[in-house]
């Protein structure tokens, strides 16, 4: 029998947005099972559909929790199909959500002790819907992990975990002789482009010069702030979650330059930067 580490809040991570009753309503049912629960919006802007954005972000901010945080993933394209529901156990939280990868890379930076799949309804809401499991299973769990709920009287042990789960691997950069092609993984609301190329990989790769080429745009500077750059020049800096990310100082990088997210960008180490 294990207990969930449930000293921590339920953190809610959705492509729901806010214009619609979603959001509300996953909180209520939490509320509903139990009536103290500390309930936290990591964010409900994840594009819709968006497994890897959720991936990311989930990946990204995990770590600024405390011990024992519940996060309830609701980013599941593949709701009313085949795919599971599952809770899964790691060394600090408990993730409560749909097998489609969105997990995957948060679990297995954080250790995975054990995964349960979601099969008991008793701890659903009643009616099951084909659209709505958000609703009718992964919020009335995570509402029953906050209360001590032992999780292997939720579904069924997983004996297999780290090989049962579906995973989802970020795009790495990819080697083209002297040349690395990077992916844009997230563009958050500033229009700051997130690159899948971390400051120490940058460092060392790129030496004394670079040129990054986003789309016809040549990039050569790099700041350690936006303050340091100039009004609507393209730049890129070392963010906050220890990506490299093209920026633009009072302006929009991703609009400027015109472009989206999983677009690719080219880093060379010219001789002569021009």
Same mark, same amino acid.
């Given at each position: 029998?294990?207990?969930?580490?449930?000293?921590?809040?339920?953190? &809610?991570?959705?492509?729901?947005?806010? =214009?619609?009753?979603?959001?509300? $309503?996953?909180?209520?049912?939490?509320?509903? $099972?139990?009536?103290?629960?500390?309930?936290?919006?990591?964010?409900?802007?994840?594009?819709?559909?968006?497994?890897?954005?959720?991936?990311?972000?989930?990946?990204?901010?995990?770590?600024?929790?405390? &011990?024992?945080?519940?996060?309830?993933?609701?980013?599941?394209?593949?709701?009313?199909?085949?795919?599971?529901?599952?809770?899964?156990?790691?060394?600090?939280?408990?993730?409560?959500?749909?097998?489609?990868?969105?997990?995957?890379?948060?679990? =297995?930076?954080?250790?995975?002790?054990?995964?349960?799949?979601?099969?008991?309804?008793?701890?659903?809401?009643?009616?099951?819907?084909?659209?709505?499991?958000?609703?009718?299973?992964?919020?009335?769990?995570?509402?029953?992990?906050?209360?001590?709920?032992?999780?292997?009287?939720?579904?069924? $042990?997983?004996?297999?975990?780290?090989?049962?789960?579906?995973?989802?691997?970020?795009?790495?950069?990819?080697?083209?002789?002297?040349?690395?092609?990077?992916?844009?993984?997230?563009?958050?609301?500033?229009?700051?482009?997130?690159?899948?190329?971390?400051?120490?990989?940058?460092?060392? %790769?790129?030496?004394?010069?670079?040129?990054?080429?986003?789309?016809?745009?040549?990039?050569?500077?790099?700041?350690?702030?936006?303050?340091?750059?100039?009004?609507?020049?393209? %730049? $890129?800096?070392?963010?906050?979650?220890?990506?490299?990310?093209?920026?633009?100082?009072?302006?929009?990088?991703?609009?400027?330059?015109?472009?989206?997210?999983?677009?690719?960008?080219?880093?060379?180490?010219?001789?002569?930067?021009?």
């Amino acid at each position: 029998m294990t207990i969930a580490k449930n000293s921590g809040p339920i953190v &809610l991570l959705t492509d729901f947005g806010l =214009q619609d009753a979603f959001v509300g $309503i996953l909180k209520g049912v939490i509320l509903s $099972i139990n009536p103290h629960a500390n309930i936290v919006d990591l964010s409900h802007g994840v594009r819709p559909q968006d497994i890897l954005q959720g991936a990311f972000l989930l990946l990204t901010a995990q770590g600024y929790f405390p &011990l024992g945080t519940i996060f309830c993933v609701v980013v599941d394209p593949g709701v009313g199909e085949d795919r599971r529901p599952v809770l899964i156990q790691t060394k600090e939280y408990c993730f409560v959500g749909p097998d489609n990868g969105v997990l995957w890379q948060a679990v =297995q930076k954080n250790g995975i002790e054990s995964v349960v799949h979601l099969n008991q309804s008793v701890y659903f809401l009643e009616n099951i819907s084909f659209s709505f499991h958000g609703r009718d299973i992964f919020a009335p769990i995570a509402a029953h992990l906050s209360l001590g709920r032992e999780t292997d009287k939720l579904g069924s $042990i997983v004996t297999d975990p780290v090989n049962d789960l579906v995973h989802l691997d970020l795009p790495v950069p990819e080697n083209q002789g002297d040349s690395l092609v990077l992916t844009i993984l997230y563009i958050d609301i500033y229009g700051n482009m997130t690159l899948n190329i971390t400051w120490d990989e940058f460092k060392a %790769f790129v030496g004394k010069g670079f040129c990054l080429l986003a789309g016809t745009t040549q990039i050569t500077m790099c700041y350690k702030a936006y303050a340091q750059a100039r009004d609507n020049e393209p %730049f $890129i800096m070392a963010a906050s979650a220890g990506y490299m990310e093209v920026a633009v100082k009072n302006g929009n990088a991703a609009e400027q330059l015109g472009m989206n997210s999983l677009d690719r960008m080219v880093l060379t180490r010219p001789i002569h930067i021009v």
